[in-house]
């Protein structure tokens, strides 16, 4: 049985929070019904056209969901809306601050009549406070959490590479839904669960909080190199570069003893402590990559994984792409987009006797009319809804 299997989830959702939540939803077995606009769809379906025409942020967070075109601002929508309430169990919603709860679909407006119904609301800046009304962009939330300014060169500062805040936001939508659904099964009893953009990242900023707060500097921005641990990070090699890092004693004196060859900058005052070689960073590292430089990346690599000292390459997406451990695992499938097959991996949960469903994505209102009669509209009614533009 699949995890979530009979678990339907109504998702008034767009860009990437809310749908990463609900496509894990999906993938887990729940039926998810994707409200779009009529016309338009998600926004996010016009971010780029890179896989065959089709943005690639869409492909990646909907597959296995099944897409209904719905005006919700209408009479006619808000009415299929809610019998769509009636046989789901979890409304998911990252709509403009206030908009669930102008449509009559806040938690507490739904709770007489679905006393069992989890409702997720996803927002920027949380449901109180001077900057609830503001809008949030996963940049914006990088730079209000202070990610931003403990990335990038000590030059100049960076967002992270990736929509960081909106995974944070939408892993942990996924951890409360599934929290609440445990809960509901011994209790009976439907919750209201919310998750801010800023909390998500504020909560895996607060180690750079903690030592700005406590200790008075803030982590400096290092590319490549850890900002507590040395040796940790990049370092170059005869042809290139290769990125290794140790976590104790035991590693360090086992790096210097039987990589370096040297067992006396183990114990050599400017190295000798954790706080020594963060504090001689530059030093320890010059002394390394001068032994490195007579070395290539490979050879280097290969003399670190034979004495157990953690090391890794520095990929791009295309190396990711095909690299060989995803290939051995066989964690690659194929799903169907309505321009032909793409690539998808596997998500990271396996279940040992349960495989994700890997669906496929869907084109904008592509099941509209399959759930409109599944929620006992006529042919004639149907058609109707059509033609007046709430569906």
């Not at 809610?82 to 169990?89: E, F, I, S, T, Y």
């Not at 009559?104 to 927002?123: F, N, R, T």
């Not at 900023?205 to 490549?224: F, I, K, N, Q």
Request: charge should be negative.
């Amino acid at each position: 049985m699949r995890p979530l299997e009979g678990m339907r989830v109504v998702a008034l959702e767009h860009a990437v929070a809310a749908p990463l939540c609900s496509r894990h939803l999906a993938d887990l077995g729940a039926d998810v019904i994707k409200i779009e606009r009529p016309g338009s769809g998600d926004f996010a379906r016009d971010y780029d056209n890179y896989v065959n025409g089709i943005c690639s942020h869409f492909i990646w967070l909907n597959r296995g969901k099944r897409s209904v075109t719905l005006d919700v601002k209408t009479d006619s929508g808000r009415e299929i809306l809610m019998r769509l309430l009636a046989g789901a169990d979890v409304l998911l919603q990252n709509l403009a601050p206030g908009a669930a709860a102008r449509l009559g679909v806040g938690y507490e407006a739904l709770k007489p009549a679905h006393p069992k119904l989890v409702v997720c609301d996803i927002s920027g800046y949380g449901e109180s406070g001077p900057m609830v009304r503001k809008k949030a962009y996963d940049l914006l939330i990088q730079a209000e959490s202070g990610l931003i300014s403990v990335t990038g060169s000590p030059e100049e500062p960076s967002r992270v590479g990736i929509s960081i805040a909106d995974i944070a936001t939408g892993m942990y939508a996924l951890t409360g839904i599934t929290a609440a659904l445990l809960r509901r099964a011994r209790t009976g009893e439907g919750a209201n669960v919310k998750v801010a953009m800023i909390d998500a990242l504020g909560e895996w900023m607060t180690y750079p909080m903690l030592r700005h707060a406590y200790a008075g500097t803030p982590p400096p921005r290092s590319p490549t190199r850890h900002p507590a641990i040395a040796p940790y990070g990049s370092h170059r090699t005869k042809d290139g570069s290769i990125i290794f890092g140790l976590q104790n004693e035991r590693e360090w004196v086992t790096f210097c003893t039987d990589v370096l060859r040297r067992p006396d900058v183990a114990t050599d005052p400017r190295f000798a402590t954790p706080h020594a070689r963060r504090e001689n960073r530059d030093e320890l590292t010059a002394l390394i990559e001068n032994f490195f430089s007579f070395l290539t990346s490979a050879e280097v690599a290969d003399l670190l994984e034979r004495h157990g000292i953690a090391n890794g390459r520095l990929n791009d997406p295309l190396a990711t792409w095909n690299h060989e451990q995803f290939s051995a695992r066989d964690k690659w499938r194929e799903i169907q987009t309505e321009n032909g097959p793409v690539r998808a991996l596997l998500p990271p949960f396996e279940f040992g006797d349960f495989e994700a469903v890997m669906g496929d994505v869907p084109s904008i209102g592509q099941h509209t009319d399959q759930v409109l009669g599944e929620l006992g509209y006529s042919a004639s009614e149907i058609a109707a809804l059509h033609l007046s533009g709430a569906v």
